[in-house]
């Protein structure tokens, strides 16, 4: 099934725009550049979407079973464990289903430069995916894991995920990033299975 919405998780504002948090915002702010589409800031959808045009090709010029469709990007403004509010206003108020919807988040059970696509599942102790689950009442949406390591301890966690990478960890989630720019248009189109064989052989 195709993609209709893809929900980057993070926390607004300056404050934390370079924490590791971050890294769903980072990957749809990079869509939206490449689609060369601005987010706004929309309040009945409590953050910042935008709409992008996928390519019916993939960047390495496979022809897609799909054509062009059009496809939504939302960035919540509410903090990363109300994330659901803004995920269920804007799918209820387009009829996008569940099973439509792409969230692209920070994961710490894979190390920086990991990338991996998943439907469905726990909601890893990841409190953005934890109040999304709660909000749309199943965990039935694909998800993007975008790897960023782990401190060691638990107790560690919060302060972790609340700063920046360092410059090797920047730089190899970058990588995981563009890899997964590049089969983005795979995802988007309902080929998730080829997507997956070529994420997950990195």
């Known amino acids: 099934m195709s993609i209709a919405l893809i929900i980057g998780l993070g926390n607004p504002g300056p404050r934390y725009f370079t924490t590791r948090h971050n890294a769903g915002f980072w990957l749809v702010d990079e869509m939206a550049g490449q689609a060369h589409e601005q ?3 929309d309040a009945k959808f409590y953050g910042e979407v935008c709409r992008i045009e996928s ?4 960047q390495k010029g496979e022809s897609l079973t799909s054509p ?24 209820h108020y387009y ?4 099973e439509q919807i792409l969230v692209v988040h920070d994961d710490l059970d894979f190390p920086p430069g990991t990338v991996r696509l998943k439907k469905g599942g726990s ?20 998800r993007l894991r975008l790897g960023i390591g782990h401190p060691g301890h ?14 090797d960890e920047q730089t190899a989630i970058e990588g995981a990033m563009n890899a997964a720019l ?9 080929e998730v299975n080829k997507a997956m064989q070529q994420l997950h052989s990195l």
């Open 123 to 142: 909601d890893c102790r990841h409190n953005g995916l934890r109040d999304i689950v709660a909000h749309l009442g199943s965990n039935q949406f694909m």
């Open 95 to 98: 009829k996008i289903p569940v």
């Open 154 to 167: 638990k107790d560690q966690v919060v302060n972790y995920v609340l700063n920046a990478p360092t410059h």
């Open 68 to 91: 062009s469709s059009m496809c939504w990007l939302l960035k919540p403004n509410t903090f990363m464990n109300r994330s659901g509010q803004a995920v269920v206003a804007l799918a």
């Open 55 to 58: 390519s019916p090709l993939s």
């Open 182 to 190: 590049e089969v983005m248009p795979l995802i988007v189109a309902g």
């Open 39 to 41: 987010f706004r800031h």
